[in-house]
């Protein structure tokens, strides 16, 4: 993995989220009308971002895997990633610097309290979108656990999406880059059926060599 040292990072989970909502209540003491009333307009002036900034956006907050390719020895599942988009609105890059981008999953929760599939079930084919000669590339295909070999680790840990070795070089030749994954999930035979969810959190590094 590599040294994140001063690490600026930007995550984003998807495949799976919740959402908290507070409301508050409280009683208020009558007044008497007010005998006069005086507005007070608030005023600001934002100026832009001087430098602009190193960023990572997705496209879509969730994604659903469908079976096919299923053998007689262990059940697959497939989708895509929603697109990731890195964008470098900086006029100034600092020199040796590089930024990548990895992506890590949680195990896979049953909905009706079904046992885990956990996250080495779940690999990816990475493929940067943005034409290119090589300032950008994708991470290697990462197999799932069912596969075996090297790079059947699953995305237990944080897996390679795509790198750009030389962040000035790539500023200046685009600003911004898209890639996204075919995702895999393979499973035993006898898996509980039922719904399962699992949360994909990418995030964005930059480093210096």
């Known amino acids: 993995m590599m040294n994140k040292g001063n690490a600026a990072r930007c995550a984003v989970g998807i495949l799976g989220g919740l959402l908290l909502a507070g409301v508050g209540t409280g009683a208020f003491a009558q007044y008497p009308d007010a005998d006069g009333t005086g507005d007070v307009d608030v005023k600001v002036d934002i100026a832009p971002t001087e430098n602009g900034a190193l960023s990572l956006t997705v496209a879509g907050t969730e994604t659903t895997l469908t079976e096919g390719g299923t053998t007689a020895t262990y059940r697959q599942f497939s989708g895509a990633l929603p697109n990731v988009t890195v964008t470098d609105t900086r006029e100034d890059v600092p020199a040796g610097v590089y ?21 080495d079930h779940l690999g990816w084919a990475p493929k940067v979108l943005t034409p290119n000669d090589g300032e950008v590339t994708e991470g290697d295909t990462v197999g799932t656990s069912i596969d075996g070999g090297a790079n059947g680790v699953g995305l237990v840990d944080q897996e390679l999406l795509a790198l750009a070795l030389d962040s000035d070089e790539a500023q200046a030749t685009s600003g911004q880059w898209t890639a996204n994954a075919e995702l895999v999930l393979k499973t035993t035979t006898d898996v509980a059926p039922g719904a399962y969810t699992s949360t994909l959190t990418l995030s964005l590094f930059e480093d210096a060599f």
């Open 99 to 119: 930024w990548y981008v990895t992506g890590q999953a949680s195990a896979f929760e049953g909905a009706a309290g079904q046992p885990d599939i956990t996250a």
